[in-house]
């Protein structure tokens, strides 16, 4: 499994990330897969923009 990176790092190259976020009840994981584009984060399928600010992502596993 691929360690969760703060956001701060997170580059728009292209590839396909899943994100976590954190509120006042909790941390939640959302496998997304979710690109970053201008400064965005949108959810691939379905195409949605991200509304919540996620504080660390990961590189999307390839499936085997």
């Known amino acids: 499994m691929n360690p969760w990176l703060y956001i701060g790092e997170a580059v728009e190259d292209g590839s396909q990330c899943e994100l976590k976020f954190k509120d006042r009840f ?3 994981e959302e496998a997304g897969p979710f ?3 201008e400064g965005i984060w949108y959810r691939v399928d379905p195409p949605t923009v991200v509304k919540e600010i996620p ?3 990961r590189f ?3 499936p085997a």
Do not use: N, P, R, T
């Open 55 to 57: 504080v660390a992502f």
């Open 35 to 37: 690109v970053l584009h």
């Open 26 to 28: 909790g941390s939640w």
């Open 60 to 62: 999307a596993m390839e």
